[in-house]
T-cell receptor, first 113, second 115 residues
Framework: KAGVTQTPRYLIKTRGQQVTLSCSPISGHRSVSWYQQTPGQGLQFLFEYFSETQRNKGNFPGRFSGRQFSNSRSEMNVSTLELGDSALYLC????????????FGPGTRLTVT | AQTVTQSQPEMSVQEAETVTLSCTYDTSESDYYLFWYKQPPSRQMILVIRQEAYKQQNATENRFSVNFQKAAKSFSLKISDSQLGDAAMYFCAYRSGFRDDKIIFGKGTRLHILP
């Protein structure tokens, strides 16, 4: 079974631009979570989607948004990029709301200049 | 709110020796899950081991084992016979067993394996 995939793997953007990251969960998994990882803040939870509905949300500004499609694929969008948004963005999937194991993708390295 | 603390930002161990990574957590819940994740330089986060709070027996996965002290809210990871491939960032994590809530991660411990 294929693992969690994320595209693109690397991205360079300019301040003020917007970006969309994509995540495809493991086949059959219906829950997708997004995390931001930086050296200073560590892993911070962004949001989780289950069956196209946002179930949990972290403490990030409204510039960070996401959605999930009927095939469980998820996208994360960041508008009006700031230098501080440079980070590794990780996506993780799990089978369902009661499944406690998450499986992570390789991440998307976003650099904002 | 639940918190997870890893007090050792970095550790080193000689190859083939044993190392223990510390983790403490704070929660008022009685039902929860604890995890150790490994993130090697390739960046893919991998689940190493998990522990259900209601289980008294410490979880073991090959060379990896945990020392779960529920009363002390401590969850340490022991790696036996350390190998070069064990070099990575290790994250301790917590998830509530009652609420469908996010996983809370510690800041991580970077483990170096000395040949």
């Amino acid at each position: 079974k294929a693992g969690v995939t994320q595209t693109p793997r690397y991205l360079i953007k300019t301040r003020g631009q917007q970006v969309t990251l994509s995540c495809s969960p493991i086949s059959g998994h219906r829950s997708v979570s997004w995390y931001q990882q930086t050296p200073g803040q560590g892993l911070q939870f962004l949001f989780e989607y289950f069956s196209e509905t946002q179930r949990n949300k972290g403490n990030f500004p409204g510039r960070f948004s996401g959605r999930q499609f009927s095939n469980s694929r998820s996208e994360m969008n960041v508008s009006t990029l700031e230098l501080g948004d440079s980070a590794l963005y990780l996506c993780a999937s799990r089978a369902g709301q009661r499944a406690y194991e998450q499986y992570f993708g390789p991440g998307t390295r976003l650099t904002v200049t | 709110a639940q918190t997870v603390t890893q007090s050792q930002p970095e550790m080193s161990v000689q190859e083939a020796e044993t190392v223990t990574l510390s983790c403490t957590y704070d929660t008022s819940e009685s039902d929860y899950y604890l995890f150790w994740y490994k993130q090697p330089p390739s960046r893919q986060m991998i689940l190493v081991i998990r522990q259900e709070a209601y289980k008294q027996q410490n979880a073991t996965e090959n060379r990896f084992s945990v020392n779960f002290q529920k009363a002390a809210k401590s969850f340490s990871l022991k790696i036996s016979d350390s190998q070069l491939g064990d070099a990575a960032m290790y994250f301790c994590a917590y998830r509530s067993g009652f609420r469908d809530d996010k996983i809370i991660f510690g800041k991580g411990t970077r483990l170096h394996i000395l040949p």
